[in-house]
């Protein structure tokens, strides 16, 4: 099963220029513990964007390249999700905006940080997704300077 991991903005703003918008101490520990011990997948400009593998995790990149550094190569992705999509194991879909897209259909689980800020400047978006058929469950509040977020989880 596949479950989805992100921190938006008001408007779904997910990065700028190849990085995150958000650097909220409390959320990264949520994803950090969250997506320890599992495999994770990542667009190529997300695994780009990242000093050094994440460790404890399975790192899997999807990209049309030959890399050198994953743990995991996914040329076919729609290979990668009939393979994986039935199983019990929880493989964590940490981005970016157009990872989550080709993922949020077979999604069972969001876990989503909903910050209370926007960003005219944001370049990537989380895609708009049926709030209807997930049940939403906030798992926690946090604050930082000035911004309040609550992360979420939303379950089909
Ligand atoms: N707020 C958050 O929670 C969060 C989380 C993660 C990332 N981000 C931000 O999101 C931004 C990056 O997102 P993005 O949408 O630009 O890029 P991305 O989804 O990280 O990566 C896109 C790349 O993935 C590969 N790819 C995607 N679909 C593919 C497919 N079907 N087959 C083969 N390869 C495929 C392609 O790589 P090739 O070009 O190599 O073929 C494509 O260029 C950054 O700003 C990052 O900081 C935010």
């Known amino acids: ?21 958000f650097h909220l101490k409390d959320d990264m520990k949520f994803f950090r513990e969250t997506t320890s011990g599992h495999k994770i997948v990542m ?4 695994w780009e964007s990242l000093p050094s593998k994440l460790p404890n995790r399975t790192n899997i990149v999807v990209t049309s390249r030959d890399l050198e550094g994953p ?8 290979e990668f999700i009939t393979d994986n999509k039935d199983t019990d194991e929880e493989i964590f879909i940490i981005g970016g905006g157009k990872i989550y897209a080709e993922f949020l259909p077979v ?22 997704f049926d709030k209807t058929k997930f049940d939403r469950k906030v798992i926690k509040k946090g604050s930082q300077d000035d911004l ?9």
Request: overall charge negative; glycine content about 6%.
């Open 1 to 21: 099963m596949f479950s989805i991991i992100a921190a938006v903005g008001k408007n779904r703003e997910l990065g700028k220029k190849g990085d995150l918008i």
């Open 43 to 46: 667009g190529r400009k997300t």
């Open 71 to 78: 743990d995991e190569i996914v040329h076919d992705i729609n």
């Open 107 to 128: 999604a069972s689980k969001i876990y989503l940080t909903e910050v209370d800020a926007e960003d005219k400047e944001a370049d990537t978006y989380f895609p708009e």
């Open 148 to 156: 309040t977020f609550d992360i979420c989880l939303y379950q089909r």
